[in-house]
Structures are given as C-alpha cells and as structure tokens.
C-alpha cells in the first residue's frame, strides 16, 4: 500500500456508522481504496440498502479521503456486491462488539 493510500485509511478510521460503535472501516464497508496520483476511489458498501445512513456515510468518506494531503479528488462508489455480513467485521471490530466469531462457524 502506498503512504497516501495508507493515510485515506487512517482517516476514514474516523468514521463510525452511527448505529455501530465501530469505524467503517473495522466493520468491513470499506472494500478498496485505490489511489492515482491525486485522485482517490474508495469503493465501499453499506450494512443494508435501507440504511438511514446511505447519502451522509459516502459523502463523510469523500471529505475524510479528500482531507488527506496530496488527494485533490475522491470518487466514492457504494456496491451491493458483494453484500455486507457480520464476517467482514475485522478482529478488532470483533472485539470492540464483543463477537468472538463463533457464531459465524455454525
């Protein structure tokens, strides 16, 4: 990973979907994060389709992305597929919720 493609993920650590004490990124919305030169596109996806949060979540990407020094544009792409499932959730993420995971062995 690059530095500034590691610095997009730093920031956009600092967005937590409100419903969810965990940032988007631990709870496994973030897919990619690809950067050219200035431009960044994170493509992502959210916990539904219904999600109260669908046009405020991307819009916080883009400005935390676009915060980064040496990003002058970010284009933020929300995918269904493939669909979002509490297996995405990292293992810190895991932690902060207090799931071990075996439920998701059954």
Same mark, same amino acid.
């Given at each position: 990973?690059? &530095?500034? &493609? =590691?610095?997009?993920?730093?920031?956009?650590?600092?967005?937590?979907?409100?419903?969810? %004490?965990?940032?988007?990124v631990?709870?496994?919305?973030i897919? =990619?994060?690809?950067? =050219?030169?200035?431009?960044?596109?994170?493509?992502?996806?959210? &916990?539904?389709q219904?999600? %109260?949060?669908?046009k &405020?979540l991307?819009?916080?990407?883009k400005?935390?992305?676009?915060?980064?020094?040496?990003? =002058?544009?970010t284009d933020?792409e929300?995918v269904?597929?493939p669909?979002?499932? %509490?297996?995405?959730?990292s293992p810190?993420?895991?932690?902060?919720?207090?799931?071990?995971?075996?439920?998701d062995?059954?």
């Amino acid at each position: 990973m690059s &530095t500034l &493609t =590691d610095s997009v993920y730093d920031q956009l650590r600092q967005v937590f979907d409100p419903e969810i %004490p965990v940032n988007i990124v631990d709870l496994g919305l973030i897919y =990619d994060v690809a950067v =050219d030169g200035s431009t960044c596109k994170v493509t992502m996806t959210l &916990t539904s389709q219904s999600c %109260p949060e669908a046009k &405020t979540l991307p819009d916080m990407v883009k400005r935390r992305a676009n915060s980064v020094k040496g990003i =002058d544009s970010t284009d933020v792409e929300v995918v269904w597929t493939p669909a979002w499932g %509490p297996q995405m959730i990292s293992p810190e993420g895991r932690k902060a919720l207090g799931i071990d995971g075996q439920e998701d062995e059954a």
